[in-house]
């Protein structure tokens, strides 16, 4: 069953699809009619539609990088377009690279600037003041029933997030009726007179499972409203998994013990040491320049060698190149070591992490999956929060859902709270992984780099 939500922030997602792309093209009419003061005939556009489609492809994939189809941000996002104009100074330097780099036939350099500048202009339009008033906005009509922690969550999320396609009408505690005749009577009078459509229950209670022919008898006689488990709708509405669910039956249902496939594992293997091959051949030229900034900045080592916790529990052996006054990271709890002013600027864009493109290639790393800890860390964490040992049941990565999700990560110091949370980012890239998936979260990274935010 897809549950409404998703069925309506696909639709908004297509829906901002459509209008950024007719925005792009309605551009390169307008620009063409203002730089030749007429109406262009099918001779004057046929050589610009095939090189401005393109950029028009290229510009959804960087709205897509930069989160612009996150329909769970649109109705909330006050910066729309300051992240709209910071997108297309990207497209600005794309579309520049893209017409000298490449014969073309066409050379449109007044052209390119009005379209760049119309464009901008018609996709924030349409996004702050065309596309509420078209966009199907909330379909569902929901009981969320439970009274637990996740159940008090997603009412608060629904009511706060009109976008979601989803609005919780009430909240209804099952424990609080004496009697299932009582709940019934309720359940059926908020179906009736209330128009509710969807049904979200808590199926963990053992209470709500006895329920079961109640729910049965709103959901299917008739159709009368469809049925969801909470925590599925918890896990799409928050993209992680409710660890109050998570048990020894939740990993024998959803979790191979053996990690991933073999066919995911051996398509992600091969394009992780293509890619890293492929990325250390720029790197031949960086990586001296790297070493002697660091040489001169104080003498001491260049590259530093740490031990983290790698695939199955193994201990792997990761590089980088030196950011921190101190150099012994791998043994103990506490990392607390000034960071350089040469080592903030290699954090920020990541050049600290390239000498990891050989863990790559060794295949103790891969571009995508859950953090690597230090050991010492990993020992507490196990010992301290249940189940914690099973996000190494992949391979841990570069970049991972939890990273792209959570940017507070504990970083220094042992911190259960928040490393509680990342793991429940870590279960559920560990129980959805696909091959999309990490696509998706290598994305994400791009537009983090690119707009210098996160962990």
Not at 162 to 186: P, Q
Not at 266 to 288: E, G, N, Q, S
Not at 438 to 449: F, G, Q, S, V, Y
Request: glycine share 6%; hydrophobic share 50%.
């Amino acid at each position: 069953m897809i549950v409404p939500m998703r069925r309506a922030t696909r639709r908004n997602a297509g829906l901002l699809l459509l209008g950024d792309v007719f925005s792009c093209m309605a551009a390169l009419f307008i620009a063409l009619v203002l730089r030749h003061g007429a109406w262009p005939d099918m001779t004057l556009l046929s050589p610009h539609l095939g090189p401005f489609l393109v950029l028009t492809l290229v510009s959804v994939l960087i709205f897509f990088i930069a989160g612009l189809y996150d329909t769970r941000l649109v109705f909330a996002r006050r910066d729309l377009p300051d992240l709209v104009l910071k997108t297309q100074v990207i497209n600005i330097l794309l579309a520049a690279l893209f017409f000298f780099l490449f014969p073309v036939g066409i050379t449109p350099k007044t052209i390119l600037a009005l379209y760049l500048i119309v464009s901008t202009a018609l996709i924030i339009y349409w996004r702050m003041f065309l596309f509420p008033l078209v966009s199907p906005g909330a379909v569902a009509r929901a009981v969320v029933i439970g009274n637990g922690e996740d159940a008090k969550v997603v009412s608060q999320a629904l009511h706060a997030n009109a976008g979601l396609g989803c609005v919780c009408v009430e909240m209804v505690d099952i424990h609080a009726y004496g009697s299932t005749a009582r709940l019934r009577a309720k359940l059926t009078e908020l179906v009736s007179a209330r128009g509710i459509d969807t049904i979200i229950a808590d199926m963990s209670d053992e209470y709500a499972k006895r329920l079961a022919s109640l729910y049965y008898d709103l959901a299917f006689p008739g159709a009368t409203a469809c049925f969801i488990r909470l925590h599925e709708f918890y896990e799409q509405l928050f993209c992680r998994v409710p660890l109050s669910l998570v048990g020894k039956a939740w990993f024998l249902e959803n979790i191979r013990a053996d990690g991933p496939h073999c066919g995911y594992s051996f398509l992600k293997r091969t394009i992780d040491i293509a890619v890293a091959l492929l990325l250390l051949v720029p790197c031949v030229v960086l990586f001296p320049m790297v070493a002697l900034a660091i040489k001169l900045q104080d003498g001491g080592k260049v590259l530093y060698k740490t031990e983290r916790v790698g695939q199955y529990g193994r201990p792997i052996h990761l590089y980088k190149f030196r950011t921190m006054t101190g150099m012994d990271l791998g043994m103990t709890l506490d990392t607390k070591h000034a960071v350089t002013p040469l080592g903030r600027f290699l954090r920020k864009t990541r050049i600290d992490e390239l000498p990891q493109l050989w863990n790559i290639v060794q295949g103790d790393l891969s571009f995508v999956g859950p953090r690597p800890e230090l050991p010492a860390r990993a020992r507490v964490y196990a010992e301290t929060i249940p189940y914690y040992a099973m996000r190494h049941l992949i391979k841990p990565g570069l970049s991972g859902w939890a990273q792209i999700n959570n940017f507070e990560v504990p970083r220094g110091e042992v911190d259960i709270a928040r490393t509680i949370e990342k793991l429940s980012f870590d279960l559920y890239y560990l129980k959805r992984h696909s091959l999309i998936l990490d696509l998706e979260i290598i994305l994400k990274t791009i537009k983090t780099m690119l707009l210098r935010s996160g962990s």
